[in-house]
């Protein structure tokens, strides 16, 4: 059965630090990947997503993730943190079934310092 | 151009009553989804529909209904609601076909008590 994985529950940077959030995924085919961000009393918004080609993605806000099939990951990045990034974060894979089914991690909050 | 509403916004029932939550697009969308978000478990697929009168189970359908009589309207009802059903729900729609990007509704708040 198709899983995600996102082993870290917090994560707290400070502003203008580099940031990696971390996604392992369980798929049998190659996967339709995604990134969305949940800011505060919202809905979630698409960061980027990956379904075949160049494995480096970029998306909006300045993300970046990396899809690595040896490793089953499809790790967030991006290279200053702003404190307007202060959000909780949800990897997903699309699920078999064609119809456009996501299987979401648990999520990450990250807190942003001053 | 809306995009995806729900209504209400936050909600509190007593156990045993029921009730409909609203979701509407208007972006012409075949699929649309219902999700329910709890602490620690992401989001979790409750139903979802390819069209106008097809609907089918997701991942945790137990005490949920839903129907599509139009393309825009998908309702998620709760015919007895339960303590378990405290969530955060949200509404998603999408072309079908390969993965496209989901857009998801603001949300709705429902405690069970």
């Known amino acids: 059965a198709q899983s995600v994985t996102q082993p870290d529950i917090h994560i707290t940077v400070s502003e203008g630090a580099s940031l990696e959030l971390r996604c392992n995924y369980s798929?049998?085919?190659?996967?339709?990947l995604f990134w969305y961000v949940q800011s505060p009393g919202q809905g979630l918004q698409l960061l980027l997503k990956?379904?075949?080609?160049?494995?480096l993605v970029q998306g909006i806000k300045g993300f970046e993730a990396e899809f690595k099939r040896s490793q089953s990951s499809f790790n967030l990045r991006k290279p200053s943190v702003h404190w307007s990034d202060a959000a909780e974060y949800f990897c997903?894979?699309?699920?078999?079934?064609?119809?456009?089914?996501?299987?979401f991690g648990a999520g990450t909050r990250l807190a942003v310092h001053p | 151009n809306a995009g995806v509403t729900q209504t209400p916004k936050f909600q509190v029932l007593k156990t045993g009553q029921s009730m409909t939550l609203q979701c509407a697009q208007d972006?012409?969308?075949?699929?649309m989804s219902w999700y329910r978000q709890d602490p620690g478990m992401g989001l979790r697929l409750i139903h979802y529909?390819?069209?106008?009168?097809?609907?089918d189970q997701g991942e945790v359908p137990n005490g949920y209904n839903v129907s599509r009589s139009t393309t825009e309207d998908f309702p998620l009802r709760l015919l007895s609601a339960a303590p378990s059903q405290t969530s955060v729900y949200f509404c998603?729609?999408?072309?079908?076909?390969?993965?496209?990007?989901?857009?998801f509704g603001p949300g709705t708040r429902l405690t069970v008590l």
């Open positions: 998603a729609s999408s072309y079908t076909g390969a993965p496209n990007e989901q857009f």
């Open positions: 798929y049998g085919a190659t996967p339709y």
């Open positions: 990956y379904f075949s080609g160049d494995t």
């Open positions: 997903a894979v699309g699920a078999s079934g064609g119809y456009n089914k996501l299987i």
């Open positions: 972006m012409n969308h075949e699929y």
């Open positions: 529909s390819v069209g106008a009168g097809i609907t």
